[in-house]
């Protein structure tokens, strides 16, 4: 096992220089702390940016021999790249559109885009200087999205795994970004992709379709070939440091100042970094629509708010304190009394005990972020509540809210709903207060930051065995060595092909994916030995492939087996009909005529539904909302239906590849066997062939088939290189 090297915009520690001196203290960041008993193991390393500009470079090797003692190595960043690559693009672009801001906030500069680029790459560079064979690298969050890209093309055989601490935008978003493409494949240079909901990852792999025209099954995207892993784990923190710091007398002794300052008063917390995805204006205003409608709770209750200074030198987030500090003084200017202050408000960090104290001792948390990916604030409170009290009310925009159901979820949106919830708290029985506590103690303790490293860890070598798998079956130099001797040493062969997507490309237009020059010699190469037979068995009507391919000295099958062609005669398979179209017929075309881009092709013996040109997840709806339509008709007939790509065919169940191959065998006692294809319809053939066949599946899906190649393209190197074998 080689190291693992984690890699992240900031590095875990902070590190300060004052009169040429370096000195570094500890981050208390929840990725810091998860990840700390990784990189800190011998011989992993952590990669990132120190924090702070370093241009002197006997000051550059001074911070790096501090830091490698540490397991630390940094990339040091200039002032202009920290404005252009952080500042600028990583949140003028990527953090409000991710976040749903998309109209307000988002700044488009070329400038910043490709000072993100040489970022990144330099990022890159700092990581192959230490990679070795065998390594796994982790990539964090959303300042390094072209990473995972520009690593697997310098180290094409490393492991990747990418995880987004931030929510991933839908579709519609996310195209909005220019340089959309180039993020997506970067990306996918992973071969795990994280994120900390299910709705997240569902976003991604729509953008990733939709944009690139990749091929996903389920949450398993193929690029290249290479199967990439889209997957979600979400971010725990270390709930038995928040349980222990409660018991810890400085700790409690804060809870004991706090309790009797506040003596006979309910108390709410609130924590955040100053961002404008925190929601905080909103739970403001719901505050005082507490107090203006409800006078029986002044004086009772006392909001506590954090707010951690973030980028307060962006006129953005200015504006936003100004809003805040004018409604936090509104609201005190109206209702505070000698003795009492509605909003204890805080514009500074406060160090981990003092954090500790306050979630120890209030009564309800507040936590209403308009978005967030996973926010851990929550978890921080709820693992904090050894005596299993207190109320969590928790926006159903975090990402926390899919685990702690047991909280209050409220719409940050909707204000009145979060005083209403407010409400519910404060009233709320200790009985219920302790049976929700309890569900969500469980919860946060089960999925901890070191349940969440665990989980991710052991997907990522899931997904790279599967790679290994793969690699085994497809046809390498060595396989095809094997097969060509085996090709040389028999004499009765027959060689059996699928057309479309297996000896060319899919095209748009149907019509339009006639066979090339180069194809027809290969063709005429193969069924020139007199040891071969070749059998060009497909989905095509019968005319059309008499057109292309008539003059060839080819075995012909039309439509899966429905009409052959032997001794230069098309011949009908007996006793099939086509009475039943009628009945499917008119169906088929309500459902096209409501589909942009559908159409419906008439076989003698079948109807095929095509959606290639239809908008994607139209096609595929129209396609479900069709198919349990003609379901009890299908079986009324006594008709199969085969799901192809981007096709759906109706036929008479009597028709199969398979049965048409295994009439072939019949008549005649072959020593070679081998059938190539790419779809369901192939795997019928497959499935009928004896196990000594040479089968191969085009695509790298699950198959029968006891070998992959990627395309058309290798099955035609493949065909090539047997004709030569035989030549020579």
Known sequence: MGKTIIVSNRLPIKVSIENDQVSTSASEGGLATGLGSIYQQDGNLW?????????????????????????????????????????????????????????????????????????NEKFCDAIVSVAEPGDTIWVHDYQLLLLPGLLREALPDSTIGFFLHIPFPSFELFRLIPWRNDLIEGILGADLIGFHTFD????????????????????????????????????????????????????QEQVDTMRDMFKGKRTIISIDRLDYSKGILQRLEAFNILLEKHPEYREKVILHMIVVPSRDSVPQYQELKDHIDKAVGDINARYRTLDWNPINYFYRPFPLETLSALYYMADICLVTPMRDGMNLVCKEYVASRTNEDGVLILSEMAGAAKELIDAILVNPNNVA??????????????????????????????????????????????????????????????????IKKIYDKTSQRIILLDYDGTLVGFKGDINSASPDEELYELLGSLSADSANRVVLISGRNYTNLEEWFG???????????????????????????????????PVMETYADRTPGAFIEEKDFSLVWHYRKVEKGLGELRTDEMIGSLRYLLNDNG??????????????????????????LQQNDYDFLMAVGDDNTDEDIFKALPGNALTIKVGTNISAARFYLKGPEEVRQLLENLTHAAES
Not at 650 to 659: A, D, H, L, R, T
């Open 200 to 251: 997240d990852a569902t976003h991604f792999i729509q953008s990733a379709i939709r944009l690139l025209h990749v091929t996903c099954s389920s949450n398993v995207i193929s690029v290249n070939s290479r199967p990439v892993l889209i997957e979600t784990f979400p971010m725990g923190i270390d709930d038995k440091k928040y349980e222990a710091l409660t018991t810890e007398p400085a700790v």
């Open 47 to 119: 990669i990132g940016w120190p924090g702070i500009e370093i241009t002197e470079e006997s000051l550059q090797q001074e911070v790096s021999s501090q830091l490698s003692s540490k397991n630390l190595k940094p990339v040091f960043l200039s002032q202009d790249e920290i404005n252009q690559y952080y500042e600028g693009f990583s949140n003028e672009v990527l953090w409000p559109i991710f976040h749903y801001y998309a109209s307000i906030y988002a700044s488009y500069k070329e400038s910043n885009w490709e000072c993100y680029k040489q970022v």
């Open 417 to 482: 709903s979060i005083t209403d919830a407010i409400l519910q708290a404060l009233n709320m029985p200790l009985e219920e207060q302790k049976q929700r506590m309890k569900a969500m103690r469980s919860a946060v303790s089960k999925f901890n930051i070191n349940q969440w490293v665990k989980n991710f860890m052991e997907r990522l070598y899931d997904i790279k065995q599967q790679q290994s798998s793969m690699n085994t079956r497809r046809i390498t130099e060595v396989t095809e060595g094997a």
């Open 639 to 664: 008709l199969q239906l085969l799901m192809g790509n981007k096709v759906v065919e109706v036929k008479n169940s009597e028709i199969n590849k398979g049965k048409a191959v295994l009439a072939m």
């Open 551 to 585: 003059h060839l000295n080819l075995s012909l099958v039309a439509e899966h087996g429905a009409w052959q062609k032997q001794n230069g005669h098309w011949e009908s398979m007996y006793g099939l009909t086509d009475d039943w179209k009628q009945q499917i017929l």
